[in-house]
């Protein structure tokens, strides 16, 4: 248990957790899989930016998703509420604008960068694996060791 205030614990925590949710259902993921994405992107940040500053808690590694998936659940209403709403009157309102920021602030901040730079932008991060290979006494007999093995990250950015 950290010391944190209690807006931080069982406010903030759990709207960053909801905007992770709604970030990924915006992005055609379901339920089940938008909730282990806010845990993903939660306990990436809990165990690495802050971990800078602080030991991860309970109340970072489990509020923050698990309430941030139930609240995130409301954001997807008020948004379905919004799209519906935009479909009869031919625009959005200004408060269902700044509600369509506040429920998900993530791709509103994506839509912004989106917009600076004349082009939507594409970020993929995938796990990546390369085995060199050695030859044995003839060179058909290709051999990988372990020790030639890489791993790492590909990170692949467009615009």
């Not at 259902?25 to 930016?49: H, K, M």
């Not at 369509?100 to 839509?111: A, F, H, I, K």
């Not at 932008?121 to 694996?129: D, F, G, K, T, V």
Request: with cysteine; proline share 3%; net charge negative.
């Amino acid at each position: 248990m950290d010391s944190d205030d209690f807006y931080l614990n069982y406010i903030l925590h759990p709207y960053w957790g909801a905007s992770y949710y709604v970030r990924s259902r915006e992005r055609g993921f379901d339920d089940r899989q938008s909730f282990w994405y806010s845990v993903l992107l939660s306990t990436s940040y809990e165990c690495g930016a802050e971990a800078l500053f602080e030991e991860a808690s309970i109340q970072d590694l489990i509020i923050t998703p698990v309430v941030g998936s139930l609240l995130g659940r409301y954001f997807m209403n008020v948004r379905d509420d919004i799209r519906s709403r935009e479909m009869e009157l031919g625009y959005r309102t200004r408060g269902d604008k700044w509600l369509w920021v506040m429920t998900d602030p993530l791709g509103s901040l994506n839509e912004q960068v989106d917009k600076l730079v004349g082009h939507k932008a594409s970020l993929q991060i995938r796990p990546y694996r390369h085995a060199r290979r050695s030859y044995g006494a003839t060179p058909f007999e290709s051999v990988a060791r372990d020790e030639d093995t890489v791993y790492g990250l590909e990170f692949r950015l467009e615009w």
